[in-house]
Nanobody
């Protein structure tokens, strides 16, 4: 059983940066491996993957939507994951969630069993 808590959201101007954090409680050493994803959901839109990381191997995946403007990382000693977001635009406004699952990275939300409560990111023009 895992618990995830996001922080770091807020209001930022176009072109600005934010660093989101995800604190993970529970065991992350599943024999099947663990994947940690950052998703976002804007009003009226489906939840979409932004970036994901394979916890044990630190292999990463970036969706096209924010590729080149985000960096996902993790600190396994602290059980923390991060999403550094740069050159933000109004289209990035959404609630951002971290999510985890046992097994490999998946590109869609449904295989992820554990979710945080989300953190709001608002980018003003």
């Amino acid at each position: 059983q895992l618990q995830l808590v996001e922080s770091g959201g807020g209001l930022v101007q176009t072109g600005g940066s934010l660093r989101l954090s995800c604190a993970i409680s529970g065991r992350t050493d599943s024999p099947y491996g663990m994947a940690l994803g950052w998703f976002r959901q804007a009003p009226g839109k489906e939840r979409e993957l932004v970036a994901a990381i394979a916890w044990s191997f630190s292999r990463t995946y970036y969706a096209d939507s924010m590729k080149g403007r985000v960096t996902i990382s993790r600190d396994s000693a602290k059980n923390m994951a991060y999403l550094q977001m740069d050159r933000l635009i109004p289209g990035d406004t959404a609630i951002y969630y971290c999510a985890a699952r046992e097994g490999p990275i998946m590109m869609v939300p449904s295989p992820y069993n554990y979710w945080g409560q989300g953190t709001q990111v608002t980018v003003s023009s």
